[in-house]
T-cell receptor, first 116, second 110 residues
Framework: ETGVTQSPTHLIKTRGQQVTLRCSSQ?????VSWYQQALGQGPQFIFQ???????GRGNFPPRFSGLQFPNYSSELNVNALELDDSALYLC???????????????FGPGTRLLVL | RKEVEQDPGPFNVPEGATVAFNCTYS??????FFWYRQDCRKEPKLLMS???SGNEDGRFTAQLNRASQYISLLIRDSKLSDSATYLC???????????FGRGTSLIVHP
């Protein structure tokens, strides 16, 4: 076990709804990255938070937003859900400054989101 | 051309076989390279980093070829437990945006 937890484990929503996914980072880690993994694809980087600030963003629209809290846990919010948002959402925590690959990333088990 | 490309496989090999995967990347400014392993319906886990000089960890050897812009993973003496999807990750430039390949599926059979 990596010590990274995510909730909920599964979620079903309908088009147009909003969703919030949560991630608790491993103890001592101050960086959280979020990924979207569609079936049969590799994870795609959404964004990273380092010490409560966004520290990098992938090619995702603004309806994907996030937060990091003082205890370094994090939320991913997706507004106006679309069918293509159905995927496994992974968060990964790491220690150290910035750069998600500057330190080893430890992934949580993910949240499976289905949009109908 | 995709930024990071992998042959999705599956590679179907018997126990004890040696198998190699390649991963090509398009951005010549890429700086960091990694191999992750992902079991079915599980999260990715770091297998090894890939250094310019190459590196070895037991039965696993990773190499980087900057001239041809690819990284490789060699698995010797395959075990049933090696069955998984192997994801390569490339970090391009100073923006620290990691790009995952789609993964290569390996099936090791008795």
């Amino acid at each position: 076990e990596t010590g990274v937890t995510q909730s909920p484990t599964h979620l079903i929503k309908t088009r147009g709804q909003q969703v919030t996914l949560r991630c608790s980072s491993q103890s001592g880690h101050n960086t959280v990255s979020w990924y979207q993994q569609a079936l049969g694809q590799g994870p795609q980087f959404i964004f990273q938070y380092y010490r409560e600030e966004e520290n990098g963003r992938g090619n995702f629209p603004p309806r994907f937003s996030g937060l990091q809290f003082p205890n370094y846990s994090s939320e991913l919010n997706v507004n106006a859900l679309e069918l293509d948002d159905s995927a496994l959402y992974l968060c990964a925590s790491s220690a150290g400054a910035g750069g998600p690959l500057g330190e080893t990333q430890y992934f949580g088990p993910g949240t499976r989101l289905l949009v109908l | 051309r995709k930024e990071v490309e992998q042959d999705p496989g599956p590679f179907n090999v018997p126990e004890g076989a040696t198998v190699a995967f390649n991963c090509t990347y398009s951005n010549s400014a890429s700086q960091s390279f990694f191999w992750y392993r992902q079991d079915c319906r599980k999260e990715p886990k770091l297998l090894m980093s890939v250094y310019s000089s190459g590196n070895e960890d037991g039965r696993f050897t990773a190499q980087l070829n900057r001239a041809s812009q690819y990284i490789s993973l060699l698995i010797r003496d395959s075990k049933l437990s090696d069955s998984a999807t192997y994801l390569c990750v490339v970090n391009s430039g100073g923006s620290y945006i990691p790009t995952f390949g789609r993964g290569t599926s390996l099936i090791v059979h008795p």
